[in-house]
């Protein structure tokens, strides 16, 4: 069964403090990793799409990796505006069915 | 460009009454999807569509129907409301250019079931 777990549940970072999050999944056929922020009464905003073992992408004081097991979204520097609810998801191969991780609350003191 | 939209944002039901909730992109994408979103589970896939008269379930579609006549719009059924239908509800649609998939989500609807 595909699956997606993310941890930790929740994070208390001090500004500037850097940290990472992570996203263990089990999906067959891997066909796509993504990472979305969510704020609180919104919908998830998309940040990143990995596709293949080995790559990474950046934006702003965000850094997402993947490997064959894992994605790590790595937080440099953070600032109180980082905070949110931080989702990953994995589409498995040959369907448009993505699964979900149950997110990592993220809050980021001054 | 509104990107993706849904109407409405707020609704309460009363056991049994049946409402359509709305959702529209006008991207010109051909995936659209919907999920409902309850606290410690998680995004939760209905259903999907990947082209106007195709759809299919998801992880989690009883109670729930859908149809897919244009392009832009997936309105999603609920039958006969029930509780434990009470949640968020976020639409989606995503591009499938390959290398270059990403999914957008619109503002959800908050529905309580009495």
């Known amino acids: 069964e595909d699956q997606v777990t993310q941890s930790p549940e929740a994070l208390r970072l001090q500004e500037g403090e850097s940290s990472s999050l992570n996203c263990s999944y089990t999906?067959?056929?891997?066909?796509?990793l993504f990472w979305y922020r969510q704020d609180p009464g919104k919908g998830p905003e998309f940040l990143f799409t990995?596709?293949?073992a080995g790559e990474e992408k950046e934006k702003e004081r965000l850094k997402a990796t993947l490997t064959k097991k894992e994605s790590f979204l790595h937080i440099t520097a953070p600032k109180p505006e980082d905070s949110a609810t931080y989702l990953c998801?994995?589409?498995?191969?040959?369907?448009?069915?993505?699964?979900f991780g149950t997110g990592t609350r993220l809050k980021v003191l001054a | 460009n509104a990107g993706v939209t849904q109407t409405p944002k707020f609704q309460v039901l009363k056991t049994g009454q049946s409402m359509t909730l709305q959702c529209a992109q006008d991207?010109?994408?051909?995936?659209m999807s919907w999920y409902r979103q309850d606290p410690g589970m998680g995004l939760r896939l209905i259903h999907y569509?990947?082209?106007?008269?195709?759809?299919d379930q998801g992880e989690v579609p009883n109670g729930y129907n859908v149809s897919r006549s244009t392009t832009e719009d997936f309105p999603l059924r609920l039958l006969s409301a029930a509780p434990s239908q009470t949640s968020v509800y976020f639409c989606?649609?995503?591009?499938?250019?390959?290398?270059?998939?990403?999914?957008?989500f619109g503002p959800g609807t908050r529905l309580l079931v009495l």
């Open positions: 989606a649609s995503s591009s499938s250019g390959t290398g270059a998939e990403t999914q957008y």
């Open positions: 999906v067959s056929g891997l066909r796509g």
């Open positions: 990995l596709y293949s």
């Open positions: 998801a994995g589409r498995s191969g040959g369907t448009y069915k993505y699964i």
């Open positions: 991207m010109n994408h051909e995936y």
């Open positions: 569509s990947v082209g106007a008269g195709i759809t």
